[in-house]
Protein backbone atom coordinates (compact mmCIF):
# COMPACT_ATOMS: atom_id res chain seq x y z
CA UNK A 1 0.00 0.00 0.00
CA UNK A 2 0.81 3.87 -0.76
CA UNK A 3 0.23 4.99 2.65
CA UNK A 4 -1.30 8.23 2.85
CA UNK A 5 1.62 9.84 4.98
CA UNK A 6 5.15 8.89 6.22
CA UNK A 7 8.11 11.14 7.56
CA UNK A 8 10.85 11.52 5.79
CA UNK A 9 13.76 10.78 7.62
CA UNK A 10 17.38 9.90 6.77
CA UNK A 11 21.34 9.17 7.18
CA UNK A 12 21.43 13.11 8.51
CA UNK A 13 19.50 12.44 10.98
CA UNK A 14 20.64 9.03 11.83
CA UNK A 15 24.51 11.34 12.40
CA UNK A 16 23.28 13.48 14.19
CA UNK A 17 20.96 11.03 16.95
CA UNK A 18 24.54 8.87 16.83
CA UNK A 19 26.60 12.26 17.54
CA UNK A 20 24.56 13.39 20.85
CA UNK A 21 24.75 9.88 21.99
CA UNK A 22 28.27 9.45 21.54
CA UNK A 23 28.52 12.82 23.43
CA UNK A 24 26.64 10.92 26.65
CA UNK A 25 24.71 14.00 27.08
CA UNK A 26 21.09 13.20 26.09
CA UNK A 27 19.04 15.49 28.68
CA UNK A 28 17.90 19.10 27.29
CA UNK A 29 21.17 21.20 26.84
CA UNK A 30 22.99 22.37 23.44
CA UNK A 31 21.44 20.76 21.02
CA UNK A 32 17.37 22.20 22.58
CA UNK A 33 19.07 25.91 22.52
CA UNK A 34 20.60 25.59 19.27
CA UNK A 35 17.33 24.49 17.55
CA UNK A 36 15.23 26.83 19.75
CA UNK A 37 17.36 29.87 17.88
CA UNK A 38 17.11 28.17 14.66
CA UNK A 39 13.57 28.02 14.75
CA UNK A 40 12.85 31.03 16.20
CA UNK A 41 15.17 32.54 13.17
CA UNK A 42 13.15 30.70 10.98
CA UNK A 43 9.45 31.89 11.43
CA UNK A 44 10.92 34.82 13.09
CA UNK A 45 10.25 35.15 16.40
CA UNK A 46 11.71 36.85 19.51
CA UNK A 47 11.67 33.51 21.76
CA UNK A 48 11.18 29.80 21.05
CA UNK A 49 10.90 27.06 24.23
CA UNK A 50 11.09 23.72 22.63
CA UNK A 51 8.97 21.11 24.48
CA UNK A 52 7.90 17.21 24.17
CA UNK A 53 4.80 17.83 22.25
CA UNK A 54 2.14 20.32 20.60
CA UNK A 55 0.04 19.59 23.57
CA UNK A 56 2.61 20.00 26.36
CA UNK A 57 3.12 23.83 24.29
CA UNK A 58 -0.63 24.65 24.10
CA UNK A 59 -1.40 23.62 27.49
CA UNK A 60 2.21 26.08 28.85
CA UNK A 61 0.35 28.64 26.58
CA UNK A 62 -2.89 28.30 28.21
CA UNK A 63 -1.12 28.01 31.72
CA UNK A 64 0.76 31.33 31.15
CA UNK A 65 -1.95 33.48 30.19
CA UNK A 66 -4.69 32.41 33.19
CA UNK A 67 -7.69 32.02 33.88
CA UNK A 68 -10.02 33.19 31.18
CA UNK A 69 -14.00 33.98 30.66
CA UNK A 70 -13.82 31.69 27.65
CA UNK A 71 -11.24 29.72 25.11
CA UNK A 72 -12.73 29.60 21.99
CA UNK A 73 -12.26 27.30 19.10
CA UNK A 74 -13.27 25.65 15.93
CA UNK A 75 -14.63 22.23 16.08
CA UNK A 76 -12.81 21.07 13.12
CA UNK A 77 -9.69 20.31 15.05
CA UNK A 78 -7.34 18.04 16.71
CA UNK A 79 -9.12 16.55 19.92
CA UNK A 80 -5.53 17.32 21.11
CA UNK A 81 -6.69 20.44 21.43
CA UNK A 82 -9.74 20.15 23.30
CA UNK A 83 -7.15 18.12 25.46
CA UNK A 84 -5.38 20.81 26.47
CA UNK A 85 -8.41 22.96 27.79
CA UNK A 86 -9.56 19.90 30.04
CA UNK A 87 -5.90 20.03 31.36
CA UNK A 88 -6.00 23.09 32.42
CA UNK A 89 -9.76 23.06 34.10
CA UNK A 90 -10.96 25.78 31.62
CA UNK A 91 -14.08 25.01 29.69
CA UNK A 92 -14.28 25.28 25.24
CA UNK A 93 -16.80 27.34 23.61
CA UNK A 94 -16.62 25.59 19.90
CA UNK A 95 -17.68 27.41 17.20
CA UNK A 96 -18.35 26.22 13.36
CA UNK A 97 -15.96 26.81 10.53
CA UNK A 98 -15.84 28.47 7.47
CA UNK A 99 -16.38 25.65 4.01
CA UNK A 100 -14.23 28.41 2.00
CA UNK A 101 -10.42 27.34 4.05
CA UNK A 102 -11.99 25.41 6.93
CA UNK A 103 -10.26 27.97 9.75
CA UNK A 104 -12.70 28.93 12.13
CA UNK A 105 -15.53 31.50 11.98
CA UNK A 106 -15.46 34.61 13.67
CA UNK A 107 -17.60 34.70 17.24
CA UNK A 108 -20.00 36.62 17.54
CA UNK A 109 -19.05 40.36 18.97
CA UNK A 110 -20.82 39.72 22.52
CA UNK A 111 -17.86 37.67 23.61
CA UNK A 112 -15.68 40.56 23.26
CA UNK A 113 -16.44 42.76 26.17
CA UNK A 114 -15.13 39.61 28.32
CA UNK A 115 -11.28 38.42 28.69
CA UNK A 116 -11.00 35.22 26.81
CA UNK A 117 -8.52 33.60 24.44
CA UNK A 118 -9.00 32.20 20.71
CA UNK A 119 -7.17 29.37 19.91
CA UNK A 120 -7.22 29.67 16.12
CA UNK A 121 -5.92 26.57 13.69
CA UNK A 122 -4.54 27.75 10.09
CA UNK A 123 -6.07 24.13 9.37
CA UNK A 124 -4.24 21.99 6.90
CA UNK A 125 -1.54 24.45 6.65
CA UNK A 126 -4.10 27.28 5.02
CA UNK A 127 -3.23 30.94 6.65
CA UNK A 128 -6.32 32.22 8.60
CA UNK A 129 -6.94 35.57 9.13
CA UNK A 130 -5.49 36.10 13.02
CA UNK A 131 -6.86 40.00 12.26
CA UNK A 132 -10.17 39.48 12.75
CA UNK A 133 -10.27 38.12 15.61
CA UNK A 134 -8.12 40.55 17.83
CA UNK A 135 -9.74 43.04 20.95
CA UNK A 136 -8.57 44.85 23.60
CA UNK A 137 -9.51 41.91 26.44
CA UNK A 138 -8.59 39.02 23.88
CA UNK A 139 -5.34 36.92 23.68
CA UNK A 140 -4.49 34.54 20.26
CA UNK A 141 -2.79 31.15 20.48
CA UNK A 142 -1.94 30.21 17.14
CA UNK A 143 -2.05 26.92 16.67
CA UNK A 144 0.55 26.41 13.98
CA UNK A 145 1.08 22.64 13.86
CA UNK A 146 -0.19 22.28 10.26
CA UNK A 147 1.39 25.34 9.42
CA UNK A 148 4.96 25.35 9.49
CA UNK A 149 6.58 26.77 6.07
CA UNK A 150 2.99 28.68 5.61
CA UNK A 151 2.86 32.27 5.15
CA UNK A 152 0.39 35.51 5.21
CA UNK A 153 1.08 38.95 4.50
CA UNK A 154 4.52 38.06 4.41
CA UNK A 155 5.06 37.06 7.45
CA UNK A 156 5.57 33.10 9.06
CA UNK A 157 2.25 32.36 10.72
CA UNK A 158 2.79 32.32 14.14
CA UNK A 159 2.89 35.67 15.62
CA UNK A 160 -0.23 37.80 14.37
CA UNK A 161 -1.41 36.56 18.08
CA UNK A 162 0.51 36.46 21.29
CA UNK A 163 1.59 32.77 21.09
CA UNK A 164 1.86 30.34 18.49
CA UNK A 165 2.24 26.57 18.85
CA UNK A 166 3.79 24.07 16.43
CA UNK A 167 4.04 19.56 16.30
CA UNK A 168 6.37 17.78 15.66
CA UNK A 169 4.62 14.44 15.21
CA UNK A 170 5.74 11.71 13.09
CA UNK A 171 3.40 13.41 10.24
CA UNK A 172 4.03 16.89 10.48
CA UNK A 173 6.00 19.17 8.05
CA UNK A 174 9.54 18.14 10.31
CA UNK A 175 9.42 15.39 12.76
CA UNK A 176 11.17 15.14 16.04
CA UNK A 177 9.36 11.60 16.84
CA UNK A 178 7.69 13.61 18.88
CA UNK A 179 7.58 17.28 20.03
CA UNK A 180 6.91 21.23 19.67
CA UNK A 181 7.24 24.23 20.30
CA UNK A 182 6.08 27.74 21.65
CA UNK A 183 7.02 30.95 20.41
CA UNK A 184 6.52 35.04 21.08
CA UNK A 185 7.43 37.87 21.02
CA UNK A 186 6.98 38.78 24.26
CA UNK A 187 9.77 38.09 26.81
CA UNK A 188 7.64 37.85 30.05
CA UNK A 189 5.27 35.17 27.98
CA UNK A 190 8.34 33.38 27.33
CA UNK A 191 9.91 33.83 31.07
CA UNK A 192 7.04 31.73 32.49
CA UNK A 193 6.74 29.25 29.92
CA UNK A 194 10.54 28.45 30.66
CA UNK A 195 9.58 28.59 34.24
CA UNK A 196 6.63 26.05 33.66
CA UNK A 197 9.01 23.38 31.96
CA UNK A 198 12.03 24.04 34.35
CA UNK A 199 10.73 21.73 38.07
CA UNK A 200 14.49 20.76 39.40
CA UNK A 201 16.06 21.81 41.40
CA UNK A 202 14.28 24.95 42.06
CA UNK A 203 14.11 27.00 45.01
CA UNK A 204 10.62 27.83 45.20
CA UNK A 205 7.70 25.57 44.37
CA UNK A 206 5.03 25.99 41.83
CA UNK A 207 3.59 23.53 40.33
CA UNK A 208 5.48 22.70 37.05
CA UNK A 209 6.16 19.85 34.47
CA UNK A 210 8.29 17.59 33.36
CA UNK A 211 7.61 19.17 29.19
CA UNK A 212 10.82 19.52 27.91
CA UNK A 213 12.57 18.21 24.94
CA UNK A 214 15.85 15.93 25.02
CA UNK A 215 19.12 16.70 22.63
CA UNK A 216 18.11 13.87 20.99
CA UNK A 217 14.99 15.10 19.53
CA UNK A 218 16.44 18.61 18.87
CA UNK A 219 19.16 17.18 17.20
CA UNK A 220 16.85 15.64 14.56
CA UNK A 221 15.07 18.81 14.42
CA UNK A 222 17.90 20.25 13.77
CA UNK A 223 18.43 18.35 10.75
CA UNK A 224 14.84 18.23 9.49
CA UNK A 225 14.45 22.27 9.89
CA UNK A 226 17.42 22.42 7.22
CA UNK A 227 15.60 20.11 4.74
CA UNK A 228 12.23 21.91 5.26
CA UNK A 229 12.76 24.27 2.23
CA UNK A 230 12.56 20.76 -0.19
CA UNK A 231 10.13 19.20 1.57
CA UNK A 232 7.62 22.64 0.65
CA UNK A 233 9.09 22.40 -3.14
CA UNK A 234 8.40 19.03 -3.28
CA UNK A 235 4.61 18.63 -1.57
CA UNK A 236 4.18 22.04 -3.91
CA UNK A 237 4.82 20.55 -7.09
CA UNK A 238 2.41 17.55 -6.29
CA UNK A 239 -0.32 20.23 -5.21
CA UNK A 240 -0.49 22.12 -8.35
CA UNK A 241 -0.52 18.52 -10.00
CA UNK A 242 -3.35 17.55 -8.24
CA UNK A 243 -4.99 20.63 -8.80
CA UNK A 244 -5.11 20.62 -12.25
CA UNK A 245 -6.85 17.10 -11.98
CA UNK A 246 -9.66 18.66 -9.44
CA UNK A 247 -10.02 21.26 -12.18
CA UNK A 248 -10.19 18.79 -15.14
CA UNK A 249 -12.60 16.95 -12.93
CA UNK A 250 -14.76 19.82 -11.19
CA UNK A 251 -13.95 18.90 -8.05
CA UNK A 252 -12.77 21.76 -5.53
CA UNK A 253 -10.28 21.71 -2.78
CA UNK A 254 -9.44 23.35 0.62
CA UNK A 255 -8.21 26.25 -0.97
CA UNK A 256 -4.81 25.23 -0.65
CA UNK A 257 -3.52 27.21 -3.82
CA UNK A 258 -3.08 30.53 -2.07
CA UNK A 259 -0.08 32.02 -1.37
CA UNK A 260 1.85 31.05 1.31
CA UNK A 261 0.39 27.84 1.81
CA UNK A 262 2.88 25.20 2.64
CA UNK A 263 0.59 22.36 1.21
CA UNK A 264 0.62 19.90 4.55
CA UNK A 265 -2.52 17.95 2.96
CA UNK A 266 -3.82 18.53 -0.45
CA UNK A 267 -7.69 18.28 0.51
CA UNK A 268 -10.63 16.69 -2.38
CA UNK A 269 -13.76 18.48 -2.09
CA UNK A 270 -16.05 16.17 -3.57
CA UNK A 271 -19.80 14.43 -3.08
CA UNK A 272 -18.17 11.42 -4.23
CA UNK A 273 -14.96 10.61 -1.48
CA UNK A 274 -16.52 7.65 -0.57
CA UNK A 275 -16.53 6.09 -3.84
CA UNK A 276 -12.88 7.61 -4.61
CA UNK A 277 -11.53 6.58 -0.98
CA UNK A 278 -12.67 2.75 -2.12
CA UNK A 279 -11.29 3.05 -5.87
CA UNK A 280 -7.79 4.04 -4.59
CA UNK A 281 -8.04 1.49 -1.97
CA UNK A 282 -8.69 -1.29 -4.42
CA UNK A 283 -5.45 0.09 -6.63
CA UNK A 284 -3.36 0.14 -2.98
CA UNK A 285 -3.20 3.74 -2.80
CA UNK A 286 -4.34 5.27 1.11
CA UNK A 287 -6.80 7.91 1.35
CA UNK A 288 -8.36 9.75 4.51
CA UNK A 289 -10.91 11.75 5.79
CA UNK A 290 -9.24 14.04 7.58
CA UNK A 291 -11.78 14.54 10.39
CA UNK A 292 -13.96 12.43 10.22
CA UNK A 293 -17.65 13.65 11.38
CA UNK A 294 -17.74 11.40 14.90
CA UNK A 295 -14.50 13.66 15.15
CA UNK A 296 -15.85 16.78 15.19
CA UNK A 297 -15.58 18.31 18.92
CA UNK A 298 -19.15 19.50 19.03
CA UNK A 299 -20.34 16.12 18.39
CA UNK A 300 -17.95 14.61 21.23
CA UNK A 301 -19.52 16.61 23.99
CA UNK A 302 -22.75 16.11 22.62
CA UNK A 303 -23.74 19.87 21.25
CA UNK A 304 -26.10 20.04 18.66
CA UNK A 305 -24.96 19.50 15.08
CA UNK A 306 -27.15 22.34 13.54
CA UNK A 307 -25.50 24.88 15.16
CA UNK A 308 -22.31 23.71 13.13
CA UNK A 309 -23.51 23.19 9.62
CA UNK A 310 -20.06 24.00 8.04
CA UNK A 311 -17.75 21.15 9.54
CA UNK A 312 -20.37 18.94 9.32
CA UNK A 313 -21.09 19.08 5.45
CA UNK A 314 -17.40 19.54 5.49
CA UNK A 315 -16.41 16.06 7.38
CA UNK A 316 -18.69 14.62 4.99
CA UNK A 317 -17.16 15.93 1.66
CA UNK A 318 -13.42 15.80 1.88
CA UNK A 319 -10.86 13.31 1.42
CA UNK A 320 -6.83 13.93 1.72
CA UNK A 321 -4.46 12.64 -0.65
CA UNK A 322 -1.04 11.51 -0.13
CA UNK A 323 1.32 13.98 -0.22
CA UNK A 324 4.60 14.16 1.34
CA UNK A 325 8.40 14.74 0.09
CA UNK A 326 9.24 10.81 0.23
CA UNK A 327 6.30 9.82 -1.87
CA UNK A 328 8.40 8.36 -5.22
CA UNK A 329 7.48 9.83 -8.55
CA UNK A 330 6.08 6.53 -9.67
CA UNK A 331 3.82 6.62 -6.66
CA UNK A 332 2.81 10.00 -7.89
CA UNK A 333 2.53 8.87 -11.22
CA UNK A 334 0.04 6.10 -10.23
CA UNK A 335 -2.10 7.75 -7.63
CA UNK A 336 -2.79 10.44 -10.56
CA UNK A 337 -3.52 8.12 -13.17
CA UNK A 338 -6.30 6.68 -10.88
CA UNK A 339 -7.49 10.21 -10.57
CA UNK A 340 -7.76 10.95 -14.24
CA UNK A 341 -9.44 7.55 -15.08
CA UNK A 342 -12.03 7.95 -11.67
Not at 32 to 38: D, G, I, K, N, Y
Not at 116 to 141: L, R
Amino acid sequence: MIPHNKPSIGPEESEAIAEVIASGWIAPGEKVRQFEQAFADYVGAKYAVAVNSGTAALTIALKILGRMYFIAMPTYICSAVLNAVDMCNEQAYIIDISRNDFNMERVKVELSPHKGVYIISHTFGVPADIKQFTGENQYIIEDCAQALGSYIDGKHVDLQGDIGIFSFGPSKMITTGSGGMLVTNNKDLADKARNYIDFDQREDYKPRFNFAMNDLQAAMGLVQLKRLPIFLYKKARMAYEYRDICKSKGWDNNKGMITGNNFYRFVVINDCVDRLKQRLADNEITAIVPIERRELLHNYLGLDAGDYPNAEWVSTHTLSLPIYPDLLDSEFSKIIEILRRF
